[in-house]
C-alpha cells in the first residue's frame, strides 16, 4: 500500500511538530500520573477514574501515531519555488464574490491545516482547488454546496 504524501506549508508542519511535543513530553505524563492515582484507589475492575485514565491514555496514543505518521508522511512546500502570479498552495488571495460585492481573504493550505472560520481553507476543498491556478483579475465559478459563487481574484500574495 502506497504511503499518501500529504504536502504542507512550513507553518503547517511546525504546527504538526510542536503538537507532537506537547503531547509526547507534557500529555503522556500527565496522563500516567491520572493512571497512578488511579491504581492506588484499589480494586481496578469497578474503578471508574482507572477506566477514565485509561481511555484518555487510549485516545492520547492514538493521537501521537496519527501525527507521527502525518510528520513522516509530510511534504513540506517550498515556497520559494512557487511564483505569486497563479493562486498556489501556501498563498494568500484576495477575492471579491462577483455577486454580492463582498471580499474576503483566504490562505491557501494542505487539508490538515484546513480552518476554514480563521480563512484558511483546503487546496481539496470546493473554494480552495476552484481558485488553484487562477491568475490575478481573473474571474472563476465555483461549485459549491449552495450553489455556484462567482469569484474575482484581487490579489495573490505568501
Given at each position: 500500500m502506497a504511503k499518501e504524501v500529504m504536502v504542507v506549508t512550513q507553518?503547517?508542519?511546525?504546527?504538526l511538530v510542536a503538537e507532537h511535543e506537547e503531547l509526547t513530553a507534557v500529555r503522556r505524563?500527565?496522563?500516567?500520573?491520572r493512571l497512578k492515582e488511579a491504581i492506588s484507589y484499589g480494586d481496578l475492575s469497578e474503578n471508574a477514574e482507572y477506566d477514565a485514565a485509561k481511555n484518555e491514555q487510549a485516545e492520547l496514543e492514538e493521537r501521537i501515531l496519527k501525527l507521527e505518521n502525518m510528520i513522516r508522511n509530510a511534504r513540506v512546500l517550498d515556497e520559494s519555488e512557487i511564483t505569486s502570479d497563479r493562486v498556489n498552495l501556501g498563498h494568500t488571495v484576495k477575492v471579491e464574490d462577483l455577486d454580492?460585492?463582498?471580499?474576503?481573504?483566504?490562505?491557501?493550505?494542505?487539508?490538515?491545516?484546513?480552518?476554514?472560520?480563521n480563512g484558511m481553507v483546503s487546496n481539496e476543498s470546493?473554494?480552495?482547488?476552484?481558485?488553484?491556478?487562477?491568475?490575478?483579475?481573473?474571474?472563476?465559478?465555483?461549485?459549491?454546496?449552495?450553489?455556484?459563487?462567482r469569484l474575482r481574484v484581487l490579489e495573490i500574495s505568501r
Open positions: 507553518e503547517g508542519y511546525d504546527k505524563l500527565e496522563v500516567a500520573e454580492t460585492n463582498d471580499v474576503f481573504t483566504y490562505k491557501i493550505v494542505g487539508s490538515n491545516e484546513s480552518d476554514p472560520l470546493a473554494v480552495g482547488s476552484g481558485l488553484m491556478g487562477v491568475g490575478l483579475n481573473e474571474d472563476v465559478s465555483i461549485e459549491i454546496p449552495d450553489g455556484i459563487v
